[in-house]
């Protein structure tokens, strides 16, 4: 069989790829980013895509929705398992990261067994996948916290900062922490929701209260809680476009 891997983590394409050529499959290229994906695809035309969810502004499903040729696609993603269970019903199969051979040679063997009749109602189930995902990511923020996953409303937080190699995520009935790093949490908001205002600080703008500006010209954020959030000087035209 014939593969293509989009992967935004270049280390992790290259692991994936050694993985996948010693189950026997011919990788035709490697894309990192959604755009990339699609002309690869559609070029390559591989029989199967092994393909991230999360690929930054665009994610995988966006890649799904736009590609003309139809390949076979095995899901691979850092979600927690809690978290992907929610897709797999429908899913021709995902694979979590870390990925693991044997887990790797299962999604293969179970693309390879497919039947006539599951082959032909394939895509039907991965718009229903994809479905659920939006749903998903457009309402809730699944994280770990802990030894529990927490579902938030993502209208519950207020800001996420970044604090002694943890995220925080401050919400109005207090602060919890997880492991997962900001930029990972920063990929599963959504982004018309969220905005990057500093290294350290993803804010919810809906819950910016005023824009504060010092007699130097720097910027900071008072949010519905009362916090002051410090605005990058490189991220200030972030702030502008809110304004228009």
């Known amino acids: 069989m014939t593969c293509v891997i989009v992967e935004d983590e270049k280390l992790l394409a290259m692991l994936l790829e050694k993985m996948i050529k010693e189950e026997g499959l011919e990788v035709l290229g490697i894309a990192k980013d959604a755009e990339e994906a699609i002309r690869v695809i559609d070029e390559k035309k591989p029989e199967v895509v092994f393909l991230d969810i999360n690929l930054g502004e665009r994610d995988g499903f966006y890649v799904l929705q736009h590609i003309n040729h139809k390949p076979y696609v095995i899901f691979t993603t850092a979600y ?7 897709f797999e019903e429908n899913a021709v199969d995902y694979l979590l990261k870390p990925i693991k051979k044997e887990r790797l040679r299962e999604a293969i063997e179970r693309v390879r067994k497919l039947s006539t009749f599951e082959r032909a109602n394939l895509y039907d189930n991965i718009q229903r996948v994809m479905d659920l995902a939006q749903r998903l990511k457009a309402d809730k923020f699944i994280v770990e916290i802990g030894d529990e996953i927490v579902f938030l409303s993502v209208d519950e937080i207020i800001f996420l900062t970044s604090e002694e190699g943890e995220t925080v995520v401050v919400t109005k009935d207090g602060k919890m922490k997880t492991k997962i790093p900001l930029k990972d949490c920063e990929l599963k908001l959504p982004y018309e929701k969220f905005l990057r ?12 209260r005023k824009i504060i500006r010092n007699y130097f010209g720097s910027l900071a ?5 009362g916090d002051i959030i410090p605005v990058g000087r490189h991220y200030k035209d972030s702030i502008k476009k809110l304004l228009e």
């Not at 205002?197 to 910016?208: F, Q, R, T």
């Open 221 to 225: 954020l008072e949010l519905s809680n």
């Open 80 to 86: 927690s398992e809690y978290a992907v269970k929610a």
């Open 197 to 208: 205002v500093h290294k350290s600080y993803i804010v919810n703008v809906e819950k910016i």
